[in-house]
C-alpha cells in the first residue's frame, strides 16, 4: 500500500502496509488496547482506502520492539471537498491510540509533516487521544455524541430495557409480519444495498459504492455481518454491524419508505441486540450522532445517554479549511436537491461524489 520513509521525529515511522507481518502486529496492538476500535484496524483502513481508490498510511511508534503507539490515516482526494488526511476515513473513530509510554507529541507532529508531504492541507482526527492547541490543532467539542449501553441478560430483559414510548414501538413492530435474516452471502449484501442506496437518497447524502461496504465486510471476516428485515418477501430495513471487544455497533443502515410505516427499524434494532447477546457481545454501541439531529433523539428514545465527543482538527496555515458538513448551509441546498433525484440517478451519481467524503 506504501512504503515507509523516514520522518523528522525518529520515535516514529510509517508503517509497511503491504508487510502481513507488519499488519499483524498493529491488529494485536488494537485488539489488545482497551481503547481500540474497529476503525483503528487495517481491516477497516486499509480496505477502505482500496475500495474508494484513496491511499491508506499508519504512523507507528515502536519501543523496545513493541507498538506503542498507531495513529492511522486515509488520504482522502475530491475534486469537490479538497483533500484531507482521516483518521479513519469513512469512520467515526480513529485517532491516536497509544500507551502510557509512547510520546503523543511525537505522533503528532509526524501526522503534519505526512499530511504535507501527501499534499493534503487538512487533518481530522475522529477520536482517540487528543493533541493540545499549541501545535495549531483546533478542538471541536459538543457537535457529535456517542451512545452505547450494555446489553440486558435475555431477550424478555432486553425489552424492558428500552423506555415504555419505544418498547411500546418495538411491541407494534414484533406483532408484524417480519422474516429477519443474518448472514453476509450475495444476497445479504444485494438486498441491504438495495436498501442503503433509497435510504440515502432520501437523507440527501451521495451513497457509498458497494465495494467500499463489501470490502470492509470481506476484511472483517466474522467480525462483520448483515442483518435485513424483510416484509412480503422484500427487504425494508438492513444494517452492516461491526464487532469488537464485545460490543455490537450498527454501522452502515437504513430503511425504504415502508420501513417507517411497518416499524421495520425499530423491528432491527431490536433484533440485532438479540442477536448480538446471542454472539456473545456485553454492549450495543450506538455510534456517533450530530448533537440535537433526528438521529440523536431517536437514540436517546432507546434509553441510551449522549457521550460528547471532542474531535481535533489541523489546516495548513494559509490554506482554506475542509468543508463537508452536511448541516452546513452552504451543503443545505445541495441536500435538498439531492432528495429530489430520482434514485436511477442518486445510485449512479452518489458513489462517484461519495468516495471523496471520507
Not at 486499509?46 to 491508506?56: F, I, K, L, P, Y
Not at 501545535?135 to 450494555?150: D, I, Q, V, Y
Not at 435538498?336 to 445510485?347: G, Q
Amino acid at each position: 500500500m506504501n512504503a515507509p520513509f523516514p520522518l523528522t521525529w525518529s520515535s516514529v515511522r510509517l508503517a509497511d502496509l503491504d508487510d502481513p507481518h507488519e499488519v499483524a502486529r498493529i491488529e494485536a496492538f488494537v485488539a489488545n488496547h482497551p481503547e481500540g476500535t474497529p476503525f483503528h484496524r487495517p481491516a477497516w483502513f486499509v480496505s477502505v482506502a482500496r475500495a474508494t481508490g484513496n491511499a491508506a498510511h499508519a504512523l507507528i511508534q515502536v519501543r523496545h520492539g513493541e507498538v506503542v503507539g498507531l495513529l492511522p490515516f486515509d488520504a482522502i482526494h475530491s475534486p469537490v471537498f479538497g483533500r484531507v488526511l482521516a483518521s479513519a476515513g469513512f469512520a467515526v473513530g480513529g485517532g491516536l491510540l497509544a500507551r502510557e509510554d509512547a510520546s503523543l507529541d511525537a505522533m503528532f507532529l509526524a501526522a503534519q509533516e505526512l499530511a504535507k508531504r501527501l499534499s493534503c492541507p487538512s487533518i481530522e482526527l475522529r477520536g482517540g487521544l487528543l493533541p493540545d492547541a499549541k501545535g495549531g490543532w483546533s478542538l471541536k467539542t459538543n457537535s457529535h455524541c456517542n451512545f452505547a449501553r450494555p446489553l440486558a441478560a435475555d431477550d424478555e430483559g432486553q425489552l424492558l430495557d428500552i423506555p415504555r414510548k419505544q418498547r411500546a414501538e418495538v411491541r407494534k413492530a414484533l406483532a408484524n409480519d417480519f422474516a429477519v435474516e443474518v448472514g453476509t452471502s450475495e444476497r445479504d449484501r444485494a438486498a441491504h444495498y438495495e436498501v442503503f442506496c433509497e435510504s440515502y437518497r432520501n437523507l440527501g447524502t451521495p451513497v457509498f459504492p458497494r465495494a467500499l461496504l463489501d470490502s470492509v465486510i470481506d476484511a472483517f471476516g466474522d467480525d462483520a455481518d448483515i442483518l435485513t428485515v424483510r416484509h412480503a418477501g422484500k427487504a425494508v430495513a438492513s444494517v452492516i454491524s461491526l464487532y469488537h471487544g464485545g460490543a455490537v455497533m450498527p454501522y452502515w443502515g437504513g430503511g425504504t419508505w415502508d420501513a417507517r410505516r411497518l416499524r421495520a427499524n425499530d423491528r432491527m434494532y431490536y433484533e440485532l441486540m438479540l442477536h448480538a447477546r446471542r454472539r456473545g457481545c456485553a454492549s450495543f454501541d450506538f455510534g456517533r450522532s450530530k448533537t440535537n439531529s433526528g438521529a440523536y433523539y431517536f437514540k436517546r428514545n432507546w434509553g441510551f445517554e449522549p457521550e460528547p465527543m471532542t474531535y481535533a482538527a489541523w489546516t495548513e496555515p494559509a490554506a482554506k479549511k475542509r468543508e463537508a458538513d452536511p448541516t452546513s448551509s452552504k451543503l443545505s441546498l445541495q441536500i435538498a436537491i439531492w432528495r429530489r433525484l430520482p434514485l436511477s440517478v442518486a445510485n449512479r451519481l452518489g458513489p462517484l461524489i461519495a468516495r471523496g467524503l471520507g
